[in-house]
């Protein structure tokens, strides 16, 4: 069974840095092709893709937010970590990851499995 | 930026009706094209994968079709459990991006 869960703080103040961690299970992240994301979701809007990392530690960005957004993953503990930096008001979203499954065409990559979401407010 | 526009935003439907959801990318995608169902206050639920293939577990009432740059969900016989805003990704370049959603509302 494959779960992800997201886990950080609720409240972050304007300038200070977000740090988000998504624990997964029922799969590696060493296995070839496959990739975990984190994606947001401001209250009433839609998604948006943050970033990626693969089994590879290939890193991919939104490059609207690539300045302030850093990926990394812990293997061993099954965790993909998002750091943003210089958060704001603006940045108040649920933020999920998600599974990118491997596959042997690139159609057949889609995200399959998405954590629960956290709500991360930002406000002073 | 792909964009993807999403048609209609919304719409109100009854039990039983077909439902027709379209998905327009600004580029062409071939078919790396995915629809998520999310109901308020839950996460997406991966629905549709390549356009047209329907993850495991899937109601066979939902269905895809589509390639290129136009793309259109459809729900055969809409069930109660259906009334729900539906997204579609492009997951064919980077950045990867989402469109707008379609609440489906009960008429």
């Known amino acids: 069974q494959i779960t992800l869960k997201e886990s950080g703080p609720t409240l972050v103040k304007p300038t200070q840095t977000l740090t988000l961690t998504c624990t997964f299970s029922?799969?590696?992240?060493?296995?070839?092709?496959?990739?975990v994301a984190w994606i947001r979701q401001p209250p009433g809007k839609a998604l948006e893709w943050l970033a990626l990392?693969?089994?590879?530690?290939?890193?991919r960005y939104s490059p609207s937010l690539k300045s302030r957004l850093s990926i990394t993953k812990d293997t061993s503990k099954n965790q993909v970590v998002l750091t943003m930096t210089n958060v704001d008001p603006v940045d108040t979203a649920t933020y999920y990851c998600?599974?990118?499954?491997?596959?042997?065409?690139?159609?057949?990559?889609?995200?399959?499995?998405w954590g629960q979401g956290t709500l991360v407010t930002v406000s002073s | 930026d792909i964009q993807m526009t999403q048609s209609p935003s919304s719409l109100s439907a009854s039990v039983g009706d077909r439902v027709t959801i379209t998905c327009r990318a600004s580029?062409?995608?071939?078919?790396?094209l995915a629809w998520f169902q999310q109901k308020p206050g839950r996460a997406p639920k991966s629905l549709i994968y390549?356009?047209?293939g329907l993850l495991s577990g899937v109601p066979s009432r939902f269905s895809g079709s589509g390639y290129g740059t136009d793309f259109t969900l459809t729900i055969s016989g809409l069930q109660p459990e259906d009334f729900a805003t539906y997204s579609c990704?492009?997951?064919?370049?980077?950045?990867?991006?989402f469109g707008g959603g379609t609440k489906v509302e009960m008429k």
């Open positions: 998600a599974r990118r499954r491997s596959g042997s065409v690139a159609p057949d990559k889609m995200f399959d499995y």
């Open positions: 990392i693969y089994w590879d530690d290939d890193k």
């Open positions: 390549a356009a047209s």
């Open positions: 029922g799969f590696s992240l060493s296995s070839s092709g496959v990739a």
């Open positions: 990704q492009q997951y064919n370049s980077y950045p990867f991006t």
């Open positions: 580029q062409a995608i071939t078919n790396s």
